[in-house]
């Protein structure tokens, strides 16, 4: 199983982002995973910042990227993304996809650097 983020990068304050995860060699289908993008920032632990459930319906956030950023899948593409708005530089992380299914283990991707900066 393999999760692969892309559209990382260099973002300035205030614009915009959109990261996006697809899983390949799921034991399961990607419809039956929980969906979730982490972060961590330099020096820090690694945090949650959104999740969706498998079935696309809902949503969870964290406080301090709520109303700023947007998670959605599908499930006919195997894609999760994040949509990043009105980046800050505190967002600054290594952002991680990761796949979650009862009773199986965890699957992460390599992750993907986003530097906010001017």
């Known amino acids: 199983a393999q999760l692969v983020e892309s559209g990382g990068g260099l973002v300035q304050p205030g614009g915009s982002l959109r990261l996006s995860c697809v899983a390949s060699g799921l034991t399961s289908s990607f419809s039956r995973y929980n969906m979730n993008w982490y972060r961590q920032p330099p020096g820090k632990e690694r945090e949650l910042v959104a999740g969706i459930t498998s079935d696309g319906d809902n949503t969870v956030y964290t406080d301090t990227v709520k109303g700023r950023f947007t998670i959605s899948r599908d499930n006919a593409k195997n894609t999760v993304t994040l949509q990043m708005n009105n980046r800050r530089p505190e967002d600054t992380a290594v952002y991680y996809c990761?796949?979650?299914?009862?009773?199986?283990?965890?699957?992460w991707g390599p992750g993907t650097q986003v530097n906010v900066s001017s």
């Open positions: 990761h796949a979650q299914r009862r009773s199986t283990p965890p699957i």
